[in-house]
């Protein structure tokens, strides 16, 4: 007998026909052994009509009074499907955030989680209850309700299965696992069987939107087996889990793309010590992450500084800029918002060199000029204008011999893929 | 300075521009240099709402998970109005239910409460909040959601007043205080300036919705002085309080109707000891609340025996009784759903004769035949045709000197209304 932590999330509890059928499924993992605790979220659209009515009455709210409103959503989910349990002549309990103790420090809206009361769980467990707990929301050490962000149930998810030991946590969604690209980009793109946590985060990171980030790193931290799967079909999904050996031997696991960032230019910049942090501080104190970050070699006593920043900030980025630009004494900023970031991820590519400048081949082979590139031990990004990014990642995709099916583990793939190639790796 | 709690309903936190005006009101009371703690229903529409999400789940709904999902129309209230404030400069913390401990018996759907932890709301009120706390809700011993029942939040705006020993409790609704009647039926019905704990409860059990009757024996029991007013106008509304001397001096402080009740009568009843018992005792087990009782002279050894339930359990009422006739040997059943319950109320009656006399003078003088009779120390009810309602009621309300304005207090107005009605009381 195992123990399971499932989560749905909004779509999968969309209408009082999905919670039913969401509680058809938790019955049936009981019947086949298991304990259960189910994490959801709130019924898709509630969220947004929550958030409507705080927009109404202020554009600035209080957080502390805004998560009260917000975590509502997902109360109302547990309450439902639990019932809808009992309809079926199981036994189920729900519990908030506040009941389970997922105690979070007070960063409201964003808060994280720092520990969890598993004994109430157990104990309704214990009784032969599936416990049906509220994702998204937890209580902080003075009472006060607390919310962790959008996809927060992902993290109460694996927060759960990591409190309670539990055998696996599985994300149930409205697709059947982690692809290889994009499907609606990449017709080739296939279901991946399994990816490492590493993987996964970096996938994430570069714009792919299966998981949280922040429910990764905790799967990760606490070795939590993670799987992602359809709550429409029966299909096993992905497994996101630690790497072994097997796993190293595929260079590329997935090829992703993010369209939501800009490019910022400073040009000109004259090339003494702390003219980059001159540029930076500011932004930091503006909140506004910088992801790539490109500087030319100096030229004349000059450079220029090249970075990518969020859409969303793009325009107060600029200001901010624009002021710096001027007391450092750049020639000026140049902007360019239609750009995309395509990036291919793999721990494969931790033990074998040559990759980047494969996928810098496979793009100029395309005709696709690279802006910008930015590299980590298990991920390889570049920048290109926005109108190539369907070209690029499909010529990503079938560069590293993703089109085809993947070999059966074990067996390595990586000279197999070299043979398709024909080159050495 | 003084510390007032008041309670605004669901038409008064309606929508967003109500929430912002209630919000004005609770910053006026602080202004004036009140200590203000406000307790808000969920905006009017929406625990219909949740009910129906409840319904299209199963109609036999787990009532701990009923509760679950129907406190939340509650706690979107109290973050809105917080907000709101805020928004205005303000400062106010929200409290739900189980923040300040509003711990209930675990009878969902309908719990009541034991206790209350007034530390958190003199702490925020120390340090210059508005206190907006949850209304309906409560939490069981186990840390449960419980609920109070429709009407709850004037429960739960009377207990806090109670647990902090508040100056008044506000009751803030969408008429401007106690009538002598139904505005809507009587136009001559006229607003009480005040009305005894007493009062005010046989007029709410006899149809009178104006206060929750909980809530009326809540404010007694506590001593509470209760306030009816209007959240849309700044008349003054009505006291609820501790009967003077002077209260007595008015025979009948209101006419109230009941058109909710349905009459069945046993025929032919055996006049044997415990034929009542054998009736009505099936009817408690189904929970069935039967109003008045009429038992008729034996004659031949056999007896009618008639009783009203509310209209709601007319039907099951019906079945239970049809088969209890059978088994005692009655003759049969008679059903009638077509009648109304009309009420006169005053402490005044206590201490004079011939009030119920002169009352079935007034309806035998329109012709209206009285079917049932029953009396209380401070109140006469008459069930009539219901054809009948409204006549009965406007005859009542002229009968008894409500048309007038009420006198002076201290004043007898027992004399003065002897006078008018040129008969001896």
């Keep these: 007998m195992a123990l399971i932590v499932q989560k749905y999330g909004g779509t999968s509890v969309g209408d009082v026909a999905r919670i039913k059928s969401v509680a058809l499924r938790c019955l049936a993992a009981q019947e086949a052994g298991h ?27 209080d957080e502390r009074e805004q998560d009260v409103v917000v975590a509502t959503g997902e109360q109302v989910s547990i309450g439902l499907l639990a019932m809808a349990i009992h309809a079926q002549q199981g036994k189920a309990t729900s519990f908030l955030g506040q009941q389970v103790r997922i105690v979070t420090d007070s960063t409201f809206a964003k808060a994280r989680i720092k520990s969890i009361d598993a004994q109430p769980i157990r104990a309704a467990l214990a009784r032969g209850h599936i416990v049906v707990v509220a994702g998204f929301q937890g209580v902080d050490e ?3 309700v607390t919310t962790l962000g959008r996809g927060g149930s992902d993290t109460t998810a694996v927060a759960l299965a990591a409190a309670l030991n539990a055998d696996a946590c599985e994300i149930y969604t409205d697709v059947d696992g982690v692809y290889t ?15 490492t946590y590493e993987e996964m985060l970096e996938l994430a990171s570069v714009g792919a939107k299966v998981l949280q980030i922040r429910s990764v790193e ?47 230019t400073v040009c000109g910049v004259p090339d003494v010590a702390g003219a980059a942090a001159k540029i930076f501080g500011p932004l930091d104190e503006k909140h506004i992450v910088v992801d790539l ?14 970075f990518t920043v969020g859409k969303a900030d793009f325009l107060t980025a600029q200001e901010v800029v624009r002021k710096v630009a001027e007391e450092i004494g750049a020639s000026g900023i140049e902007t360019d918002g239609d750009i995309a970031k395509v990036s291919i991820v793999g721990v494969g590519m931790r033990n074998h060199s040559g990759v980047a400048a494969r996928m810098f081949r496979a793009l100029s082979a395309e005709g696709i000029n690279i802006q910008m590139i930015s590299t980590s ?37 990586v000279s197999e893929m070299a043979a398709l190639m024909g080159e050495k790796v």
Excluded at 46 to 58: D, S
Excluded at 237 to 260: I, K, P
């Design 181 to 195: 690209s994009d499907p609606n980009m990449v017709p080739s793109a296939r279901k991946l069987d399994r990816i």
């Design 35 to 61: 304990d259960v605790v189910v994490v959801v979220s709130a019924m898709s659209g509630e969220t947004n009509r929550l958030m409507k009515l705080v927009a109404q009455i202020t554009d600035r709210p």
């Design 377 to 413: 031990e298990i991920k390889v990004s570049c920048v290109v204008q926005a109108k190539y990014t369907e070209l690029a990642v499909r010529a990503l995709h079938t560069a590293f011999g993703l089109d085809q099916p993947m070999p059966p583990e074990g067996v390595s793939a």
């Design 142 to 144: 003075s009472g006060s």
């Design 218 to 264: 905790f799967a990760m931290k606490y070795k939590v087996p993670l799987w992602v799967k359809s709550s429409f079909t029966d299909d096993p999904g992905t497994l996101v889990c630690e790497e072994d050996s097997s796993m190293e031997d595929v260079l590329v696991r997935g090829v992703a793309y993010d369209r939501n960032e800009a490019k910022i």
């Design 293 to 306: 970050i490109v500087q030319n070699p100096s030229k004349d006593g000059r450079t220029d500084v090249t």
